[in-house]
């Protein structure tokens, strides 16, 4: 067995791809869910090490673009897959975000990679029927491709004022650990010890 072998073998990489929401915009970097998520799998024996590859403003295409050197350089067991929110609220079309999801999930399954899709929800700026048609998306790309999803990465995060920044769009560092919470149910299931 090589070094490299070996080492991967104790410690394992959980990928962290998404957006602002993830990349704890706003807050200092140790606040924000995946490097609270770090503190937990260290705290709960999990040998994972948590890359956290989030970019804000983030869209759906700029993702796809930039997975397969994020896949290589990493090469991680887990996807936390994050993004779409940024194409809702431009009000880009929903087939292309729900194309590049599929893209990037299939791309990281390729690699071996389990696969967590993250779900999300926008307000009905673009009209009732987009942002139904869009938290749909999450919904029947996981059911399509039998992935975990976590229904709303934000639920009950989003209507607490007192959980969110001035922006209405980006948890507080008191709304992270709640995030996290939605983000452990789904994913402890996928990890292993």
Do not use: C
Not at 18 to 34: H, I, R, T
């Amino acid at each position: 067995m090589t070094g490299d072998a070996l080492a991967s073998s104790h410690e394992r990489t959980l990928l962290v791809f998404g957006d602002s929401l993830s990349a704890a915009y706003g807050l200092q970097p140790e606040q924000g869910w995946a490097a609270l998520l770090q503190k937990r799998l260290r705290s709960e024996g999990y040998g994972y090490r948590v890359v956290n590859a989030s970019v804000s403003g983030e869209t759906s295409s700029g993702g796809r673009a930039r997975l397969a050197r994020a896949l290589e350089q990493h090469k991680p067991a887990v996807v936390v897959l994050e993004l779409g929110a940024n194409d809702g609220l431009r009000g880009l079309p929903v087939s292309a975000m729900r194309s590049n999801l599929q893209a990037m999930t299939v791309a990281s399954q390729r690699t071996g990679a389990k696969v967590l899709l993250a779900g999300m929800m926008i307000p009905p700026n673009y009209g009732q029927k987009y942002s139904e048609s869009f938290a749909q998306a999450y919904v029947q790309l996981a059911r399509e491709l039998k992935l975990p999803l976590i229904p709303f990465l934000l639920d009950g995060v989003a209507l607490e004022p007192r959980l969110m920044q001035e922006d209405g769009l980006h948890p507080r560092a008191e709304g992270q650990p709640r995030v996290l919470d939605n983000v452990w149910r789904q994913l402890r299931p996928l990890l292993e010890r």
